[in-house]
């Protein structure tokens, strides 16, 4: 074990960032973010961990990742028959491979066979292994050992599927008493330094009750954000009008919709 000033004066090979906050969890049933290099033991260890402690895993494909996540569960990677005819159907024509042809092995098809071989277990039901949530999308979700859900590394495509995964686990989202997470969302024209006060003793009172309370500065916007989020729904919308009084703002349903809108200049054609 290594003593805190030799720590303080070894020569850094690697680093690690550790985000401590519901701040950036947002305060609900998140409860960790990892960030880990794309190294296959590196994934292996975090995949199996995180899998065997929390209900749902979410994470992103990259160059290894999916070989990677099958090692960790003991799984081969399968062509997925369905993905791959959605594939062939959704694909436009590329630019870069005018010869493109399906009918003949090429290093192109190839590749993109990679993104249709999947941690499949050939014990389970292949529909709970993947999910395709758009009709429009070749790319499906691939499930792995019940809760790991792979989606695309692409961040549009990534958010497209990721709201499409509702669906799939709304209703898995409650407590065993049939409680779900509620969050109310307050937007305020003032700084969090002047609620500071009040929001601690805010904080406090209603802990007890389950209840956290959250403010979100939105850097570069005109209104902050403060949250409520617990169980009991009735107890929360008994706070909000409270809430609003003294941080001088309103109730509004989506974080950003009461933002004024851009003012795009427009550019002259001639």
Request: with cysteine; charged share 30%.
């Amino acid at each position: 074990m290594a003593t805190a000033d030799e720590r303080n004066s070894r020569t850094i090979h690697t680093a690690a960032c550790l985000i401590i906050g519901d701040e950036v969890l947002g305060g609900k049933h998140l409860k960790r973010v990892e960030v880990i290099e794309d190294d296959e033991d590196e994934i292996v260890e975090a995949v199996r961990r995180m899998s065997d402690r929390y209900d749902l895993v979410v994470t992103r494909h990259d160059d290894i990742t999916y070989q990677s996540i099958a090692k960790a569960f003991g799984l081969k990677l399968i062509l997925h028959q369905e993905a791959y005819e959605r594939m062939k159907k959704l694909t436009k024509p590329s630019k870069s491979h005018p010869n493109f042809s399906w009918d003949v092995d090429s290093p192109a098809k190839t590749a993109r066979l990679r993104m249709v071989r999947l941690p499949i277990d050939e014990s389970r039901d292949l529909a709970k292994q993947a999910l395709f949530t758009r009709d429009d999308l070749w790319v499906p979700i691939s499930v792995v050992n019940g809760n790991v859900h792979i989606l695309p590394g692409v961040p549009k495509l990534f958010e497209s599927l990721l709201e499409g995964l509702k669906p799939f686990i709304v209703d898995r989202l409650v407590d065993p008493d049939g409680k779900g997470i509620f969050r109310a969302i307050i937007s305020t024209p003032m700084g969090e330094s002047a609620i500071a006060d009040y929001l601690t003793e805010l904080a406090a009172r209603v802990a007890p009750k389950g209840v956290k309370v959250g403010s979100y500065p939105r850097w570069g916007k005109k209104n902050n954000t403060v949250t409520l989020v617990g169980r009991d729904k009735e107890y929360i919308e008994s706070l909000i009008p409270e809430v609003v009084q003294n941080v001088e703002g309103k109730r509004i349903y989506k974080e950003g919709e009461d933002d004024e809108p851009e003012i795009v200049a427009s550019v002259p054609t001639s």
